[in-house]
């Protein structure tokens, strides 16, 4: 799990080598990309706009950026799997990975539009 946390500043200023710059990284393209709010949540960073949208979450040896509507995404970045039976779905990144803000604030800003037309995915049907 990710560092314990009081604040997203807090976060970010846990971690270090190249977890920290891609968490870094994300941070901004995500908050670049749409209006969030953000939070820590389940010892995740989480992004926040009508409802939980996306997560950055830091690990020993992985960094995983959630999309609580990632099967929707898995068009826009194929690496995104599955996760649980709803709608999430995660890019799980490790040193080797991958990704450009760019990449990431394209993510973010589809995700954002899907909670905004869809509503909070995390409200009871």
């Avoid at 389940?42 to 939980?52: D, K, M, S």
């Avoid at 995983?64 to 995660?90: H, Q």
């Amino acid at each position: 799990m990710g560092p314990t946390a009081e604040s997203p500043d807090a976060y970010i200023a846990a971690l270090s080598g190249w977890q920290l710059d891609r968490c870094t990284m994300m941070r901004a393209a995500i908050m670049g990309a749409a209006p969030f709010d953000e939070t820590i949540k389940w010892t995740n960073l989480v992004f926040l706009a009508n409802g939980p949208c996306i997560l950055i979450r830091a690990e020993a040896h992985r960094v995983l950026l959630g999309f609580w509507r990632g099967k929707r995404l898995r068009e826009l970045d194929p690496r995104i799997r599955a996760s649980g039976k709803y709608e999430l779905g995660n890019l799980v990144m490790s040193e080797d990975t991958e990704v450009t803000a760019e990449q990431v604030a394209c993510l973010a800003a589809a995700a954002h539009r899907l909670n905004i037309e869809l509503g909070n995915p995390a409200a009871r049907r």
